[in-house]
C-alpha cells in the first residue's frame, strides 16, 4: 500500500489523496455464460491492482502505470473518444480512459468531478493470464474515483460501468463477469452471479476450513485466436437462440436442450453450433449443481463437476489448448478432485482442485508434465477467495 503510494509521489511529486485496491479473479464455474444471460461463479484473487490517486481541477486526466512502460500519459476529460470512434487508445491507458468515458457519458461527472485525477497504477495481478487484470484495472479506476468525486456507486453499478468501457471505449465484447467478480467478491466466499438480471449472493467458500485448496495454474500461454474466437462463439450462441426463439441460450433448461438440439438439427442449424449450445446449457446446469454441493457441505463434490465443465469446454464449446488439456489430465492423474479451465480459453490459467496434503505432489506432477510435453514452466499458486474492490 505505502509503495503505490511512494510509487506517486515519485511521479507527481505530491502525496495521493488515498489508495484502493481491486483483485483478479478466477472463475469456478459457468464459463462464456455471462454473454448468454446464464449463470457465473468467480471468486476474488488475493492478486490486486492499487491505485493511488488524486482529484484535479483543471480537467486533465494523467494515469501512469508502474507495470507498463512508458511513463505518464496525459488526456483531457472533455475530449475522450472511444478507439473505434478514432479515439486514440494510448495502449493500456485505454481502459483507465475507459472509465473516465463512461462516467461523463453517464452524467456522473459534473462541476468538480469534470476536473480530472491524477493516478498511479501497481498490479499483482498477471496480464494476459485469463486473471482479469483489465477489469481490476478498471474497477480500481472507477472506485478511486468514486470517492475521490463523492459518487457513492455501489459496487454492482461500478461493475456495469467498467463493462461498458470495456465494451464501448476499449473495443472488447466482454460479458459481465469480471468486472462484477472485481467489484463484488467477498473474502472466503464464490460469488454467484445470474447474468441476466445481476441477483448475487455469496457463497461461503472456505477451503482452508475444509482441507481443499484450489490451485491456479498459469499456463502463460496465450494463443492468437483469441480474440477472434470470442467474437464466433459470441456470435453462434445468439444466431442459436434466434433460431430457437428465445432472447438468450439462457432461456433453454436442461430438460429441455434434447428437444432444443432436435429443432435446430431439423432447422439445418450444423452440429457445430449445436454443440456449442450443448456447453452453455449443461454449464449453465454445472453452476447450479457446484451450487447444490457447497450448499450441502459437500464441497468435495464440486471437483467432478469441474472436471465435465472442463470436457464442455474442449469438446463441445473448443475454446481450450493442449497446455490447459494437460493442467486437467496431468492434475487428475495426481489425485486432484477436479480440474478445469478458467477464463476465456486458448491460454490463460487453469484450476485445479486439491486436498492440502496433495497439493504439492499435484503441483509437481503438472510441472513435470509441462517439462515432458516442452512446454513452458507453469506459474502455480492458490486461489485464496478474497475481497473485492475497496479503499485502503
Ligand atoms: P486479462 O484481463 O485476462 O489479464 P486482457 O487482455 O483482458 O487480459 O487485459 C490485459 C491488458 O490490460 C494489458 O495488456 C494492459 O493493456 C492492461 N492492464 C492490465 N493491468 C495493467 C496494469 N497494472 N498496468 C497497465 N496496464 C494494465
Ligand atoms: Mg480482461
Not at 48 to 71: E, I, M, N, Q, Y
Not at 193 to 208: E, G, I, S, W, Y
Not at 285 to 298: K, P
Not at 318 to 344: F, H, K, N, W
Amino acid at each position: 500500500m505505502s509503495d503505490v503510494s511512494a510509487g506517486f509521489r515519485e511521479v507527481y511529486g505530491t502525496d495521493p489523496e488515498g489508495v484502493w485496491a481491486a483483485p483478479g479473479r478466477v472463475n469456478l464455474i459457468g464459463e462464456h455464460t455471462d454473454y448468454n444471460d446464464g449463470f457465473v461463479m468467480p471468486l476474488a484473487l488475493p492478486h490486486t491492482c492499487r491505485a493511488a490517486a488524486s482529484p484535479r481541477t483543471d480537467g486533465k486526466l494523467r494515469v501512469h502505470s508502474g507495470d507498463a512502460p512508458g511513463g505518464v500519459v496525459e488526456l483531457r476529460v472533455d475530449e475522450l473518444a472511444p478507439v473505434a470512434a478514432g479515439g486514440d487508445r494510448g495502449g493500456w491507458a485505454a481502459y483507465p480512459a475507459g472509465v473516465v468515458w463512461v462516467l461523463r457519458e453517464e452524467g456522473l461527472l459534473s462541476g468538480a468531478a469534470a476536473g480530472g485525477a491524477d493516478l498511479h497504477y501497481e498490479s499483482t495481478v498477471p496480464t494476459g493470464a485469463g486473471l482479469s487484470s483489465s477489469a481490476a484495472l478498471e474497477v480500481v479506476t472507477a472506485t478511486a474515483l468514486s470517492d475521490l468525486y463523492g459518487l457513492g456507486l455501489a459496487p454492482q453499478h461500478i461493475a456495469q460501468l467498467c463493462q461498458r468501457a470495456e465494451n464501448d471505449f476499449v473495443g472488447v465484447p466482454c460479458g459481465i463477469m469480471d468486472q462484477t467478480a472485481s467489484a463484488c467478491c467477498t473474502e472466503g466466499h464464490a460469488l454467484f452471479l445470474d447474468a441476466r438480471d445481476l441477483t448475487q449472493r455469496q457463497v461461503p467458500f472456505d477451503l482452508a476450513a475444509k482441507g481443499l485448496r484450489l490451485l491456479v495454474v498459469d499456463t502463460r500461454v496465450k494463443h492468437e485466436l483469441g480474440d477472434g474466437a470470442y467474437a464466433n462463439r459470441r456470435a453462434a450462441c445468439e444466431s442459436a437462440a434466434r433460431a430457437l426463439g428465445v432472447p438468450a441460450l439462457r432461456d433453454v433448461p436442461a430438460e429441455r436442450l434434447e428437444t432444443a438440439l432436435k429443432d435446430l438439427a431439423s432447422l439445418g442449424v450444423d452440429d457445430t453450433v449445436r454443440r456449442r449450445v450443448r456447453h452453455v446449457v449443461t454449464e449453465n446446469q454445472r453452476v447450479r449443481e457446484v451450487i447444490e454441493r457447497l450448499d450441502a457441505d459437500d464441497t468435495r463434490a464440486i471437483g467432478p463437476v469441474l472436471t465435465a465443465g472442463h470436457a464442455s469446454c474442449r469438446d463441445d464449446f473448443e475454446i481450450s489448448c493442449p497446455e490447459l488439456d494437460l493442467v486437467v489430465e496431468s492434475g487428475c492423474a495426481a489425485g486432484a478432485l477436479g480440474a478445469r479451465m478458467t477464463g476465456g480459453g486458448f491460454g490463460g490459467s487453469a484450476i485445479v482442485l486439491v486436498e492440502v496434503a496433495d497439493a504439492d505432489a499435484v503441483a509437481k506432477a503438472v510441472t513435470e508434465a509441462f517439462a515432458a510435453a516442452g512446454h513452458r514452466a507453469p506459474r502455480i499458486f492458490p486461489a485464496v477467495p478474497s475481497a473485492g474492490a475497496r479503499r485502503l
